[in-house]
């Protein structure tokens, strides 16, 4: 933990030295015309927000070792900060997802580019400079269905963009009012003191020469099996069996209902990848506390939780962008051709849902395999 809050402060430092959102302050600020962040702001407000994350995922797991007030004081605040932060990115990634898989679907490039998250692609800047200007990219041979959904592609994707741009140049000011409130600077405050000592559960022992309360030997090991068997638990009433195929068309069918709240098959899923995420911070502590024991710095990494939970965020990445797309279609008075591309847009994620299922089940039933 103090590690962690170390990685905290250091990204602090590195956000402030980088004199990000002084001058998005102003009138217009967040507009169409706002320029990128810097690189290294958003990789100092990515590592913030790591930080933040791993601490609160820590006191989570390992609370009743920890000083009850003070845990569960800064658990939620934690959480609020982790969750601030994360909005721009989860929009602008969910926009370029969106338009991407658009130019898949259609094989038409009419609709806007994703706006920059910060970085530059390599892989974009190539393209650019090598494709002469006036010369016409090769056509690809469309089929009916295809050339029928070119048709809509372009407003479609018009329409995410603006929908989505909106949303994070929202969730952009309201992470700057985040941190330049009080509220996050309690936080750092308290942050900055944890970098320094771990309150942990004191116990008062009534001995009379005793002039001060004594802690006692803390033992990660029960706690950190507690969060495992959480994680087996969850992972048990999955459907696994109706994940086993990489199109489930029965949870398809579910994915067509008219009902705008979130994907009632989902829930379960989202869940077990938070738990998946406690159980891998609650590794790291284990790790870290035998490698101060032993005197050995090396970690230890599962292939198998890395390969389960990038399963797990691919399919938290798509179902997000499917209700982004069921969203937009539910915008009034679009044409047609357009709710149809956001149609073919929602079911194509749906699919990408069912297949992060599958990867997940076919990466966790494999024996584990830990690589030094």
């Given at each position: 933990?103090?590690?962690?809050?170390?990685?905290?402060?250091?990204?602090?430092?590195?956000?402030?030295?980088?004199?990000?959102?002084?001058?998005?302050?102003?009138?217009?600020?967040?507009?169409?015309?706002?320029?990128?962040?810097?690189?290294?702001?958003?990789?100092?407000?990515?590592?913030?927000?790591?930080?933040?994350?791993?601490i609160s995922g820590?006191?989570?797991?390992?609370?009743?070792?920890?000083?009850?007030?003070?845990?569960?004081?800064?658990?939620?605040?934690?959480?609020?900060?982790?969750?601030?932060?994360?909005?721009?990115?989860?929009?602008?990634?969910?926009?370029?997802?969106?338009?991407?898989?658009?130019?898949?679907?259609?094989?038409?490039?009419?609709?806007?580019?994703?706006?920059?998250?910060?970085?530059?692609?390599?892989?974009?800047?190539?393209?650019?400079?090598?494709?002469?200007?006036?010369?016409?990219?090769?056509?690809?041979?469309?089929?009916?269905?295809?050339?029928?959904?070119?048709?809509?592609?372009?407003?479609?994707?018009?329409?995410?963009?603006?929908?989505?741009?909106?949303?994070?140049?929202?969730?952009?000011?309201?992470?700057?009012?985040?941190?330049?409130?009080?509220?996050?600077?309690?936080?750092?405050?308290?942050?900055?003191?944890?970098?320094?000592?771990?309150?942990?559960?004191?116990?008062a022992r009534p001995?009379?020469?005793?002039?001060?309360?004594?802690?006692?030997?803390?033992?990660?090991?029960?706690?950190?099996?507690?969060?495992?068997?959480?994680?087996?638990?969850?992972?048990?009433?999955?459907?696994?069996?109706?994940?086993?195929?990489?199109?489930?068309?029965?949870?398809?069918?579910?994915?067509?209902?008219?009902?705008?709240?979130?994907?009632?098959?989902?829930?379960?899923?989202?869940?077990?990848?938070?738990?998946?995420?406690?159980?891998?911070?609650?590794?790291?502590?284990?790790?870290?506390?035998?490698?101060?024991?032993?005197?050995?710095?090396?970690?230890?990494?599962?292939?198998?939780?890395?390969?389960?939970?990038?399963?797990?965020?691919?399919?938290?990445?798509?179902?997000?962008?499917?209700?982004?797309?069921a969203q937009a279609?539910?915008?009034?008075?679009?044409?047609?051709?357009?709710?149809?591309?956001?149609?073919?847009?929602?079911?194509?994620?749906?699919?990408?849902?069912?297949?992060?299922?599958?990867?997940?089940?076919?990466?966790?039933?494999?024996?584990?395999?830990?690589?030094?």
């Amino acid at each position: 933990m103090r590690a962690q809050a170390t990685e905290f402060l250091r990204a602090l430092r590195r956000h402030r030295e980088s004199g990000a959102g002084a001058g998005a302050s102003g009138p217009g600020a967040g507009g169409p015309g706002r320029t990128a962040p810097p690189a290294d702001d958003v990789d100092a407000v990515r590592a913030l927000r790591r930080a933040a994350r791993r601490i609160s995922g820590t006191l989570h797991t390992f609370q009743p070792l920890l000083d009850a007030s003070w845990a569960e004081e800064m658990r939620p605040e934690l959480a609020w900060l982790s969750g601030t932060l994360a909005l721009e990115h989860a929009y602008a990634s969910r926009l370029e997802r969106l338009l991407q898989a658009l130019h898949r679907l259609s094989g038409s490039s009419a609709f806007p580019a994703p706006r920059p998250v910060g970085r530059t692609t390599a892989a974009t800047t190539a393209t650019t400079a090598t494709v002469p200007t006036g010369v016409p990219a090769p056509a690809r041979p469309a089929s009916p269905d295809r050339g029928s959904l070119t048709v809509g592609a372009a407003k479609a994707g018009a329409l995410l963009d603006r929908q989505l741009t909106l949303a994070r140049t929202r969730a952009h000011s309201t992470a700057l009012q985040a941190l330049g409130s009080s509220r996050f600077h309690a936080v750092a405050d308290k942050v900055a003191l944890l970098a320094s000592e771990v309150p942990l559960r004191v116990t008062a022992r009534p001995n009379r020469g005793a002039t001060a309360p004594e802690t006692t030997p803390c033992d990660l090991r029960p706690l950190a099996a507690a969060a495992e068997e959480r994680l087996a638990d969850a992972v048990t009433a999955l459907p696994l069996v109706a994940a086993g195929s990489p199109y489930n068309a029965q949870a398809l069918v579910h994915g067509l209902s008219p009902d705008p709240a979130p994907h009632p098959q989902d829930a379960p899923w989202h869940q077990v990848r938070l738990l998946l995420r406690l159980h891998r911070y609650a590794l790291e502590a284990l790790a870290g506390a035998d490698a101060a024991d032993a005197g050995d710095p090396g970690d230890v990494v599962d292939v198998r939780l890395l390969a389960a939970g990038e399963a797990l965020d691919r399919h938290r990445d798509a179902s997000e962008a499917a209700a982004a797309a069921a969203q937009a279609a539910r915008t009034p008075r679009i044409a047609p051709a357009t709710a149809y591309a956001l149609g073919v847009l929602h079911a194509d994620q749906r699919h990408e849902v069912e297949a992060a299922r599958y990867a997940f089940q076919h990466s966790w039933r494999k024996e584990p395999i830990r690589l030094p």
